[in-house]
């Protein structure tokens, strides 16, 4: 009878085995590391508990705005966020939102710290009586009775007109003043023809062409309509020579009103 032999195969873990097995947990502990790394930085970026927007700073000359306008221009944003998160541009478009705003620039400053620069409009002119226009001929909408102990002169045009009407107020004004006149209104209208209302209530009729000189016209003849020695509405200078002038109506005397003492 044969006998049979059993043979056992005994096998072992090779050291290059282990090897590229330790390798591989390795690397999939690395990895774990560094995804758990990235969440935990962002949510500790994100937490506004943990780097709060706790300091405001306002720089510029503030002379129409005052830094409580600027600062809840910009705390009615929906979500202010961490100091690492906060997007500047949202706060720069809130506050260039405020009408006096011409210009604003922001940024951080770590840890806790946004500051916000900003130019203010110069008011120059009155538009329509309501709104402003700034030196660049803009319309910009803060009222008008803000600055009403300015003396602005009173431009009035059709829409986006603001900046040919200024020129024209440029152009106008200093030949007036070297007279003896002020410009209280100023307008201008579809039919491009301008209107002057002087600060002594005499109105110009200027047409659609040569303005300035219709503008020197009425300084050369204002001697001779004074000598009439009446109260003058309006002067017509719409003509190739001469102009046609408006008398105002003086109010009869009432004999019979009482007298008033």
């Known amino acids: 009878m044969a006998e049979q032999v059993e043979t056992k195969e005994h096998i072992s873990s090779s050291p290059r085995g282990l090897k590229r097995w330790g390798g591989l947990a390795f690397f999939l502990?690395?990895?774990?590391?560094?995804?758990?790394?990235?969440s935990a930085t962002k949510d500790w970026?994100?937490?506004?508990?943990?780097?709060?927007?706790?300091?405001?700073?306002?720089?510029?000359?503030?002379?129409?705005?005052?830094?409580?306008?600027?600062?809840?221009?910009?705390?009615?944003?929906h979500h202010l966020g961490s100091f690492m998160?906060?997007?500047?541009?949202?706060?720069?478009?809130?506050?260039?939102?405020?009408?006096?705003?011409?210009?604003?620039?922001?940024?951080k400053q770590w840890p806790n710290t946004i500051k916000v620069f900003i130019v203010e409009n110069q008011p120059v002119a009155e538009w329509d009586g309501t709104y402003l226009v700034n030196r660049s001929g803009?319309?910009?909408?803060?009222?008008?009775?803000?600055?009403?102990?300015?003396?602005?002169t009173n431009l009035i045009g059709p829409k986006g007109s603001s900046e040919e009407v200024?020129?024209?107020?440029?152009?106008?004004?200093?030949?007036?003043?070297?007279?003896?006149?002020g410009i209280a209104s100023l307008s201008f209208n579809e039919r491009r023809a301008w209107h002057v209302v002087l600060t002594n209530g005499i109105r110009l009729e200027l047409g659609h062409e040569a303005r300035?000189?219709?503008?020197?016209?009425f300084i050369?003849?204002?001697?001779?309509?004074?000598?009439?020695?009446?109260?003058?509405?309006?002067?017509?200078?719409?003509?190739?020579?001469?102009?046609?002038?408006g008398w105002k109506i003086k109010p009869e005397y009432d004999?019979?009103?009482p007298d008033k003492k």
């Open 255 to 257: 004999k019979h009103a």
């Open 166 to 181: 200024l020129t024209g107020l440029k152009e106008m004004r200093p030949v007036l003043k070297e007279a003896g006149f």
């Open 85 to 107: 998160t906060q997007d500047v541009n949202s706060i720069q478009a809130s506050v260039e939102a405020l009408p006096w705003v011409a210009q604003a620039a922001v940024r």
């Open 212 to 217: 300035m000189q219709r503008i020197k016209r």
């Open 45 to 77: 970026m994100i937490d506004a508990n943990r780097l709060p927007l706790s300091n405001l700073v306002i720089q510029g000359q503030l002379h129409y705005l005052t830094k409580d306008d600027v600062m809840q221009s910009i705390l009615q944003l």
């Open 220 to 245: 050369e003849i204002y001697p001779e309509l004074l000598k009439q020695d009446k109260p003058i509405d309006y002067v017509d200078l719409r003509y190739d020579t001469g102009a046609a002038v």
């Open 138 to 152: 803009l319309v910009f909408k803060a009222p008008a009775f803000q600055v009403a102990k300015l003396g602005l």
């Open 29 to 38: 502990f690395v990895i774990g590391f560094t995804v758990w790394l990235v």
